[in-house]
Nanobody, 122 residues
């Protein structure tokens, strides 16, 4: 049973930083495509970043967010810098087992965490 648990969300001022963590159990995350998505109130869930050997980023976060993984801890991170109010959303971690589909499509991911709230004040 694959389980994903996110942590690290919170309230931060614009320009600040947060680091989200996604602890995986039930599988070795390095064999999966791991992704971060976010959903703001009234909006659809959108791709943020993904990692499996290569990294992938949404244009809106490129240069500000960094996705990385720690094999020893079976954990994926999302370092978020220069945060903007428009980054406010519920952030979800997701896992896509092989064979992989497009890393930016939420429908490709079979496993999801419960999410963590990120709020950026202006």
């Amino acid at each position: 049973q694959v389980q994903l648990v996110e942590s690290g969300g919170g309230l931060v001022q614009a320009g600040g930083s947060l680091r989200l963590s996604c602890a995986a159990s039930g599988h070795t995350f390095s064999g999966y495509m791991m992704g971060w998505f976010r959903q703001a109130p009234g909006k659809e869930r959108e791709f943020v970043a993904a990692i499996h050997w290569n990294t992938y980023y949404a244009d809106s976060v490129k240069g500000r967010f960094t996705i990385s993984g720690d094999d020893a801890k079976n954990t994926v991170y999302l370092q978020m810098n220069s945060l903007k109010p428009e980054d406010t959303a519920f952030y979800y971690c997701a896992a896509d087992p092989p064979p992989f589909g497009s890393p930016i499509l939420a429908a490709q991911y079979g496993y999801w965490g419960q999410g963590t709230q990120v709020t950026v004040s202006s």
